[in-house]
């Protein structure tokens, strides 16, 4: 599965950035990581490709939300980011799960479990 990630750019404190994902395949659950700079990669957000079902980190919830398009058998996962903080400045990742059941929860930040990425996309906020 291909994955082609759009938006992301500069924001300020308190503002708002969207950033989109189009998977080309089939997928059963999709996220967005994010990398700050010098630090690990981290999960944002989880979505079930068929259920809608979603899952936040506690950092975000609240202020982000993650939501699907599906249209044939092509999906577009996208991530709204609202009230940004300094902190949430990273380069950002949509990936996703090709197989097994559309699990969600903490675990499934495991970056292992993914087997499709995105070429990432840079989050400014200052």
């Known amino acids: 599965v291909q994955l082609v990630e759009s938006g992301g750019g500069s924001a300020q404190p308190g503002g708002s950035l969207r950033l989109s994902c189009v998977a080309s395949?089939?997928?059963?659950?999709m996220a967005w990581f994010r990398q700050p700079p010098g630090k690990l990669r981290e999960g944002v957000a989880q979505?079930?490709?068929?259920?809608?079902?979603?899952?936040?980190d506690a950092t975000v919830e609240g202020r982000f939300t993650i939501s699907r398009d599906k249209v044939d058998n092509a999906v577009t996962v996208h991530l709204e980011m609202n009230n940004l903080r300094p902190d949430d400045s990273a380069i950002y990742y949509c990936?996703?799960?090709?197989?097994?059941?559309?699990?969600?929860?903490?675990?499934?930040?495991?970056?292992?479990?993914?087997?499709?990425w995105g070429q990432g996309t840079q989050v400014t906020v200052s």
């Open positions: 990936a996703a799960r090709t197989t097994g059941r559309p699990f969600l929860g903490r675990m499934y930040f495991d970056l292992r479990l993914y087997d499709s």
């Open positions: 395949g089939s997928t059963s659950a």
């Open positions: 979505i079930a490709t068929v259920s809608g079902a979603t899952f936040y």
